[in-house]
């Protein structure tokens, strides 16, 4: 089953625009990290925030969590066409190992 | 580095019959876990190992089922598939034991008819 809930569900913004995607989850965890997808593809690797850390950054990523919301947000600046994608919240929990456990996902759409 | 690897791609096979997928990590990973991706389910897990213990389970029935080699690759066997057993299916290899960021591989697309 998914840990939590992504909203919203799809996004379509136009190039240059800001896109903000929100995750939540149920359980305390370990870490955070969003994931995307290009159509039914593996899955990349985009950013892993740490349950004792607030805010990072990376390039025109900016991710936050707010554990006593049991929340995250990703925030996209400038989107690009090539940003299109699925994007998912994955959570780990301690003593969870490796173990990854996804949310619902938010289907993003950059047009030109 | 070569990513992770996944063969085969693609996959058709009939209800009744069973299947093998193959996994090799990153060079020097040695976690490996599988992912079963549907359009109803989403993203679920299967199983991680480690150094070729299992170490996490998913909530799958029995007929999933894995294994890891000592050279850190990854196979997982499906038995007696069923319809609902069509999906994607993804692994992915990491550094470390401790939660840590995730490399996935393009994923073998299953389909039973």
């Known amino acids: 089953s998914q840990q939590g809930e992504e909203d919203p569900q799809a996004l379509s913004i136009q190039e240059g625009e800001n896109a903000t995607m929100n995750c939540s989850y149920k359980?305390?965890?370990?870490?955070l990290q969003w994931y995307r997808q290009n159509s039914g593809r593996g899955l990349v690797h985009l950013i892993l925030?740490?349950?004792?850390?607030r805010e990072k950054h990376s390039g025109r990523l900016r991710v936050t969590l707010d554990t006593s919301k049991k929340s995250s947000s990703l925030l996209i600046t400038a989107s690009r066409a090539a940003d299109t994608a699925s994007y998912f919240c994955a959570t780990t929990l301690t003593g969870g190992g490796n173990k990854l456990t996804f949310g619902t996902g938010t289907q993003l759409k950059v047009e030109l | 580095k070569a990513g992770v690897t996944q063969t085969p791609r693609y996959l058709i096979k009939t209800r009744g019959q069973q299947v093998t997928l193959s996994c090799s990590p990153i060079s020097g990973h040695r976690s490996v876990s599988w992912y079963q991706q549907t359009p109803g389910q989403g993203l679920q897990f299967l199983f991680e190992y480690f150094s070729e213990t299992q170490r996490n389970k998913g909530n799958f029935p029995g007929r999933f089922s894995g294994r890891q080699f000592s050279n850190s690759r990854s196979e997982m066997n499906v038995s007696t598939l069923e319809l609902g057993d069509s999906a994607l299916y993804l692994c992915?290899?990491?550094?470390?034991?401790?939660?840590?960021?995730?490399?996935f591989g393009p994923g073998t697309r299953l389909t039973v008819t």
């Open positions: 992915a290899s990491s550094l470390e034991q401790i939660p840590y960021e995730q490399y």
């Open positions: 925030i740490r349950s004792n850390e």
């Open positions: 359980t305390s965890i370990n870490n």
